[in-house]
């Protein structure tokens, strides 16, 4: 499947409701609520 990858600034649409956003940071952590305070660790399922 194909799928894409875009940045999207805070203020483009209104939080929470009908978020369907994940949010990666630079060290690998997802995030899929902005407020949320744990992730999942990503770096384990990219390692080869």
């Known amino acids: 499947g194909g799928g894409f990858v875009s940045t999207i600034a805070s203020i483009s649409e209104p939080f929470c409701g009908d978020c369907n956003r994940l ?3 630079a060290d690998g ?3 899929t ?3 949320a ?4 660790d990503l770096k ?3 390692d080869p």
């Open 33 to 35: 609520c902005l407020f």
């Open 23 to 25: 949010r990666v940071t």
């Open 29 to 31: 952590m997802a995030y």
């Open 44 to 46: 384990p399922a990219l």
């Open 37 to 40: 305070s744990q992730g999942t």
